[in-house]
């Protein structure tokens, strides 16, 4: 079992829609989750990180996580072609006072002007 | 304000060479992290440098070793390169070792 598993996708929605992006992670000490979106031939680009259960909202972007069922998603609202990318979920495996990211392999997410 | 730097942007090597990968990060930060990540993949975490000490290694060979500098800034070495090291070798600081992460635009390194 992959410590962080994504479905790959791609994922295809039309401008304006909700794009809804999950992730589940196999350590239950896993403490700090976060959201990455990286354009075909760049780097990863930090959107979205949360701690806590529940819901954290910046702008368009809402990340919710579930540490009792391991699952972390990401919800894009009002969705636009520049939207289109390969998500990544990461996971911060704590180790002493180091902190390792360990990363899914991303979805592909295209939104359809 | 700078952000993290990365250098060279593309290098071309062959097999059995030795590489030198270099990072500045972003101002204000003092951790930095190195990545390989394969084309259609996530990163793979390679090592985190905090106060001049390599704090954690993921599973990298020894081939891969990194250094950090009293400025912050830190290089990835690899010796006797594999057509397998092939990759988008990512750098990304922090404030503290626990703060978000933020990525350079990376080295694409190439192996013949």
């Known amino acids: 079992q992959k410590e962080v598993e994504q479905n790959s996708g791609p994922l295809s929605v039309p401008e304006g829609a909700i794009a809804s992006l999950n992730c589940t992670y196999s350590?239950?000490?896993?403490?700090?989750f976060f959201w990455y979106r990286q354009y075909s031939g760049k780097s990863p680009e930090l959107i979205m990180f949360?701690?806590?259960?529940g819901d954290k909202e910046d702008g368009r972007f809402t990340a919710q996580l579930n540490k009792a069922s391991q699952y972390v998603s990401l919800l894009i609202r009002d969705s636009q072609p520049s939207d289109s990318a390969t998500y990544l979920c990461?996971?911060?495996?704590?180790?002493?006072?180091?902190?390792?990211?360990?990363f899914g392999s991303g979805t592909q997410l295209t939104v359809l002007p | 304000d700078a952000g993290v730097t990365q250098s060279p942007t593309h290098l071309i090597k062959t097999r059995g060479q030795q590489v030198t990968l270099r990072c500045s990060p972003k101002?204000?930060?003092?951790?930095v992290s190195w990545y390989q990540q394969a084309l259609g993949q996530g990163p793979q975490f390679i090592f985190q440098?905090?106060?001049?000490?390599?704090?954690q290694r993921g599973n990298f060979p020894d081939r891969f070793s990194g250094h950090q500098f009293p400025n912050y800034s830190s290089e990835l070495n690899v010796n006797a390169l594999l057509l397998g090291d092939s990759a988008l070798y990512l750098c990304?600081?922090?404030?503290?070792?626990?703060?978000?992460?933020?990525f350079g635009d990376g080295t694409r390194l190439s192996i013949l």
């Open positions: 990304a600081s922090s404030s503290t070792p626990s703060q978000p992460q933020h």
């Open positions: 350590d239950r000490g896993s403490q700090s």
């Open positions: 949360i701690y806590s259960n």
């Open positions: 990461a996971v911060n495996l704590a180790s002493g006072s180091a902190r390792q990211l360990t």
């Open positions: 101002s204000g930060h003092d951790t």
């Open positions: 440098y905090y106060e001049e000490e390599e704090r």
